[in-house]
């Protein structure tokens, strides 16, 4: 990389633990230095004095819980930033190594790509099923996807994750930034205006975070129950593109490698939470026909509603 870009850091956290200190020290380290990192806090009790103390490139903002929205409160950062490209993470995203930035920013030597994100590898402890699903979602090639890739690709041209991606700002801006209100879901909605408008969005496998999950099936549930309303309500990005036929086939694949993995038992908590997925994706499908006591147990966001 020629020179370095001016990039900062905008990320969500609640009750930080040891782990979101460990991944704002390892940010600070990155060999495409981070000009300032906005921690935006929803947390009403302590706050690590270590993450105030830590760096004078840390500027930390506190909100009510109330407050928080999935795409308000990351614009919030955004315009807090005055730099070229913002660079989103999630508490919970633990890079890799100290490259993570300047990978990132390797993408953007396209001047048509909007949005770069990273490869997310699954922590240690990581259920046989977490990991194929990461592997699946995030495979170890990268890519640069555009609208051309809408017919081979479907919804996955669209696919973008908040938990480690650069914007490039004047792009982000263009499109009217994230929406002040949105249930989830809200990198994909930008994704999608992103490649819908001539840009691209870079998949980069060389910069890696550690993240993963352990839902259970309600969380699960919630999860894509909160996912489907998000698409229903972004018909302009979503009409026509099937979330099922993906799902289907990460379902397949997944119930492959555990059987050839000698893991058969496996398989029956693959079709637990994959019935939990199904079954909360296609209630949000049809939310508006559910009484709101029915909505407001089904959604892992009830402060939108």
């Not at 370095?4 to 380290?29: G, H, N, Y």
């Not at 004095?49 to 795409?71: A, C, N, Y």
Request: contains cysteine; proline residues 4%; glycine residues 6%.
């Amino acid at each position: 990389m020629a020179e370095f870009k001016v990039v900062d850091a905008v990320i969500p956290v609640c009750m930080p633990d040891e782990r979101t200190i460990q991944s704002v020290k390892r940010l600070l380290k990155q060999t495409c230095p981070l000009n300032r990192i906005y921690l935006i806090n929803t947390d009403k009790g302590m706050f690590p004095k270590e993450l105030d103390t830590l760096s004078e490139k840390i500027h930390i903002t506190h909100i009510l819980p109330e407050q928080f929205d999935h795409g308000g409160t990351r614009h919030q950062g955004a315009m807090m930033s005055h730099a070229e490209f913002v660079l989103y993470m999630t508490q919970d995203a633990l890079p890799v190594n100290e490259e993570l930035v300047e990978n990132l920013m390797e993408a953007f030597q396209d001047e048509k790509v909007g949005a770069a994100y990273a490869r997310q590898l699954p922590a240690g402890d990581s259920s046989s099923i977490e990991r194929f699903t990461r592997t699946f979602n995030y495979p170890s090639e990268s890519r640069v996807k555009s609208e051309e890739d809408l017919p081979e690709l479907g919804i996955k041209t669209y696919f973008c994750s908040n938990a480690c991606a650069v914007y490039r700002k004047s792009v982000y801006m263009s499109l009217g930034g994230f929406e002040s209100k949105v249930i989830f879901n809200e990198d994909m909605i930008m994704a999608g205006r992103i490649i819908q408008s001539g840009f691209k969005i870079a998949y980069v496998a060389d910069a890696q975070v550690i993240h993963s999950h352990h839902d259970r099936c309600a969380r699960l549930f919630r999860r894509n129950f909160d996912l489907a309303v998000s698409q229903v309500e972004h018909p302009e990005i979503f009409e026509g593109l099937r979330s099922e036929t993906e799902g289907l086939r990460l379902v397949k694949q997944t119930a492959a490698y555990l059987l050839k993995a000698g893991k058969p038992w496996e398989v029956l908590v693959l079709v637990l939470q994959s019935g939990a997925k199904y079954a909360g994706y296609r209630l949000g499908r049809n939310y508006r026909r559910l009484p709101r006591w029915l909505i407001m147990r089904c959604t892992m966001n009830p402060g939108y509603w």
